[in-house]
Every structure is written in structure tokens, then in C-alpha cells.
């Protein structure tokens, strides 16, 4: 299939709002691949291509790719190949090849193709086609039962396979894909609650455990073989040693272990998140050394847990974990569940997540069997263009515009973005710094006092609460929003929605919170 086919399908997804519209598309393009073009084909529908980072920057792209051509003649083998030898490329004259590679995929590529070939390689792609749309499009084009094709999506965190496996496989092929040590599988995710009570409210009796401000990861051991895997499913063991230790330690063979791993200082108590991400990125071991914890367990020498409830999951992790369990205790008593998070808080975490006893781990998904508590509101969201700063912040991108994840297209588009308020409180001078150098890198358009950028940067904000207005489409603004960090872990998807954030009005005519 030539890629002006793919890249026209993109487009048409990008220009409609309808979730209809956009799965008949990619249904379609999908129906149309051949079995090798599977993969790759939505590798680039999702700008996560098969090869992952191919070591090549926005800066090489502007210039690499050179003058486009006037025809389409470009299939999407030829781009998988250009992407397989881009990433193959590494020692002496690297540099070199990566630049010829790049001028002759920029040669035969179209002014169009350049563009949407350089998004794919930056994992900057903007169609409006997240995973779920695709998801749904995948079992639309095979025929397939939808919740079938989401559980082999979630259990083998490989979008592409299970879209090869559902449009190419045998009658019961997606019903055996399963847990399998080794392989990620997409993180089960949490809501929102504004207090531990109204949480247990929502869950029933539950595990209420401390919430640690650290970053995520999923270890697998299968004998002496230990893997780490970011939340986003990639393969951090080799910047790790210390978590790889721990879990070699444990009394078991085979293992499939979920929690977070965090920096202390010399007192034990939490280090600042940003701390934590810097080692957690660091390609080399550094004297700040990571501590994890683990709050659930899937897999234990043979057992796959993800369909148990949590009270048989948790019996594993006490024996498996031990001392790195997260602290919790389970409760269908409010007061109890107020103490644990004051306990949480006390220790110099964030607060609480109360977890239904009798929930499955849900991976991928987010619903009310996880519900996290913070005394201070913070929300994930999406920065969608940054304003030039004046004063002592002249010359930098300073005030952010701010959006929520619109899932249900209730404000406009499936899947866009609604801006929710505007701040550039909490900022350092290194986010300053960040901000000004990277983007223009994603910039869309500009205009003299902002610039406009890709819906890609996930912005960690705490608030005071929300407020009805009539400014935003959504009909409220973030009282008191300040920034406490970039979230290098997440991607845009994984921003919380406007549908959220409009639950804090509950609270009041407001929207304040205590």
C-alpha cells in the first residue's frame, strides 16, 4: 500500500469530530493492508512505529529530509525499512548514514508524507485517532467482538500484534492472548476523589494505601531475568540496577509485579518528584538511588492474578513483597480510611488510593475500582500553546494555556482538548528554560505574544478547585492553578478530562475545595 493512502486516511480522521467518522476511516485503511503491512501501518496511525526512537531529533528532520517530490511513490515497506535502518545506525559515521537515509526518504516523499513521516518519527502525531478509536477500528475491520480485541490490546500492550492477530489469525487466536512474563501490559489507571471517605463511598470496602509521589514501573522476573518497564511500556532495567536487585530477592521464579519507584533523602523521606524523574531518565547509575514498592502483583511461578480480586492479590504481594509493599489497610470504615491518608500525608506523600477488594485488575483502564485522593487537587493536563513572558521573564515562554482530555467530544472534538485556564505560577527557571527550547520544536502557529503548539506536553498542575465561567468552552476555569512539573512518563491520552474536572463543582457553586 503506498503511505499517500495512510496519510490521506489521517487526515480524514484529523477533519472530523465524529468517533463514527474517524473508526469507518481507519477501518477501512486497516481492511486494505496486507498482513505485513499490519504492524507498521499502526505504528505510524499512533506515531509509536515498531523500531521505537529511531535517534534522530526535530533539528535533523528540518533539515535532513531536503526538497519533497511532486508524485506519491512511497509504500509503507519503504518507510518501515528507512525507519529499521535509522534505528540500526549506530559508532563511527552513524551520524553520517542517519543523514542519507533521511535525503532519500525525503527525496521520494511528498510535501505531505514529510511532514506526517517526521510527526511518526518524534511521536508528535496529531490524527484526533488514540488508541480506542483505533482499537474500535480494528474489530470493526475484522469482525471482531470489540471487548475481545481491547483485552488482547491491554494483556499484550501491543496495539499492532493484536491488530496483525484480529485481521490474520485463526478463531481463537485473540481469545489466547494472555499474560506473558516479559511482555508489558498496559497499567490499570485511577479517578479522582476529593476526600478518602467520599473514595470508600464510591468503592465499598477497600485497600486504602499510600499514594507515593514517584514514578511507575512494572517489573518482570522470570528466573534470574528481571525486566523494568515504564508506564508507557518502555525498557528502563539498564537505568535500574538497584530495582533489578530488589526483585531478584523475592521468593518467587516468576513474577509480574506493578508499583512505583522513588528517591529518598538521607531521612527516608520522599525526594521531590522532579528528583525522582531525573534519575529515573538517567542513562547511568547515579548516587541518587531509587527505592521501590509495589501495591499489586498479576503473575506469581504460573498463576496469572489479573482476573482475581484484589484480596487474593494482595495475599501474594504480602508474601512475595514484603517490606516493599506499599503501606495500606483495608477498611469499609470512613474514618479509618481519613486516618490512613492523614498517615500518607504525615509521612511526605501525596495522600491515598482506595482500591476495591473484589475488582480484577483492569489494565489499561480507568474506572471506580481505583480512586486516588489528594489533599491538594493535582491534575494532569495538556499544555496547548505558552505565552512570551515579560520583565525578568523577557525572552522566555512563560504563561501556559492549559486543556482536559474531551474523550466524549462533549465540548468539540472526540478526543481534543478543551482549555480549562492559563497560569505560569510554580514555573523555575529550568521549566523556563525547557518551555523556550522545546516549544517551537512542536510549534503549529504563533502570533506575537504566544506560541501554539502539538497537544503532546503533559503538564502536572495543582489547583484550589474550579470555578463556573464562561471564558472556556467548558464552562469552567482552575482557581489558583500552579505548575509542579512536566510529566515525561505520560502521554497526552493519559491527561485527565474536562468531564472530571466539572465534578468539582459538586462541591459548591465555586467549585471550592477544603
Not at 148 to 175: F, K, Q
Not at 245 to 255: I, M, N, Y
Not at 410 to 421: I, W
Not at 454 to 474: F, H, K, L, N
Request: hydrophobic share 45%; proline share 5%.
Amino acid at each position: 500500500m503506498l503511505l499517500d493512502e495512510v496519510v490521506t486516511t489521517v487526515e480524514r480522521v484529523a477533519s472530523t469530530r465524529s468517533r463514527l467518522a474517524k473508526v469507518d476511516a481507519l477501518a477501512g485503511l486497516l481492511a486494505g493492508l496486507a498482513p505485513d503491512e499490519i504492524v507498521p501501518a499502526v505504528g505510524f496511525l499512533t506515531a509509536k512505529p515498531r523500531q521505537g526512537r529511531v535517534g534522530v531529533g526535530w533539528r535533523t528532520l528540518r533539515g535532513g529530509l531536503g526538497d519533497p517530490a511532486g508524485d506519491a511513490s512511497l509504500t509503507i515497506h519503504d518507510v518501515d525499512d528507512a525507519l529499521e535502518r535509522l534505528a540500526g545506525a549506530a559508532g563511527s559515521g552513524s551520524a553520517a548514514e542517519r543523514a542519507a537515509v533521511l535525503a532519500d526518504l525525503g527525496a521520494r516523499a511528498t510535501a505531505r508524507e514529510q511532514d506526517f513521516v517526521s510527526r511518526v518519527i518524534l511521536g508528535e502525531l496529531r490524527t484526533g485517532a488514540l488508541e480506542g478509536v483505533l482499537t474500535d477500528a480494528i474489530a470493526r475491520a475484522a469482525e471482531r467482538p470489540g471487548d475481545v480485541v481491547r483485552r488482547a490490546a491491554m494483556l499484550s500492550g501491543d496495539l499492532g500484534e493484536t491488530a496483525r492477530i484480529a485481521l490474520t489469525g485463526a478463531p481463537g487466536d485473540l481469545e489466547a492472548v494472555g499474560l506473558m512474563v516479559g511482555r508489558p501490559v498496559l497499567p490499570m489507571l485511577a479517578g479522582t476523589a476529593p476526600s478518602a471517605a467520599a473514595a470508600l463511598e464510591q468503592a465499598g470496602e477497600a485497600s486504602v494505601e499510600f499514594k507515593l509521589d514517584g514514578a511507575r514501573i512494572q517489573v518482570h522476573r522470570a528466573g534470574d531475568d528481571v525486566r523494568v518497564f515504564t508506564r508507557n511500556l518502555a525498557d528502563i532495567t539498564h537505568r535500574v540496577p538497584e530495582v533489578v536487585d530488589v526483585v531478584r530477592g523475592f521468593p518467587a521464579r516468576e513474577l509480574i509485579l506493578d508499583g512505583e519507584t522513588l528517591a529518598l533523602d538521607e531521612g527516608g523521606a520522599p525526594r521531590p518528584f522532579q528528583e525522582t524523574m531525573s534519575r529515573f531518565g538517567a542513562e547511568a547509575a547515579r548516587e541518587v538511588q531509587l527505592h521501590p514498592w509495589f501495591f499489586d502483583v498479576l503473575h506469581v511461578d504460573g498463576r496469572d492474578l489479573i482476573d482475581e480480586p484484589l484480596t487474593a492479590r494482595l495475599a501474594e504481594l504480602e508474601r512475595v513483597a514484603g517490606e516493599h509493599r506499599i503501606p495500606g489497610e483495608v477498611t469499609d470504615d470512613p474514618e479509618v480510611a481519613e486516618r490512613v491518608a492523614r498517615e500518607a500525608l504525615a509521612a511526605g506523600h501525596e495522600g491515598v488510593v482506595v482500591k476495591g477488594v473484589g475488582a480484577p485488575y483492569a489494565a489499561g483502564r480507568r474506572g471506580a475500582s481505583w480512586i486516588k485522593v489528594k489533599p491538594v487537587l493535582t491534575y494532569d493536563l495538556v499544555v496547548l500553546a505558552a505565552e512570551w513572558g515579560s520583565g525578568r521573564r523577557t525572552g522566555w515562554l512563560s504563561n501556559l494555556h492549559l486543556g482536559a482530555r474531551d474523550p466524549a467530544g462533549e465540548f468539540g472534538d472526540p478526543d481534543g482538548f478543551v482549555m480549562v485556564g492559563k497560569t505560569f505560577k510554580g514555573l523555575t527557571d529550568e521549566l523556563l528554560r525547557f518551555q523556550t527550547e522545546r516549544f517551537p520544536e512542536i510549534e503549529t502557529r504563533r502570533t506575537a505574544s504566544t506560541v501554539f503548539v502539538e497537544p503532546v506536553t503533559v503538564v502536572e498542575v495543582a489547583i484550589d478547585g474550579v470555578q463556573r465561567s464562561s471564558r472556556y468552552p467548558g464552562g469552567i476555569a482552575l482557581r489558583f492553578a500552579r505548575v509542579k512539573g512536566y510529566r515525561p512518563d505520560k502521554s497526552s491520552g493519559e491527561a485527565d478530562t474536562i468531564q472530571a474536572l466539572r465534578e468539582l463543582l459538586r462541591g459548591g457553586d465555586e467549585g471550592g475545595t477544603t
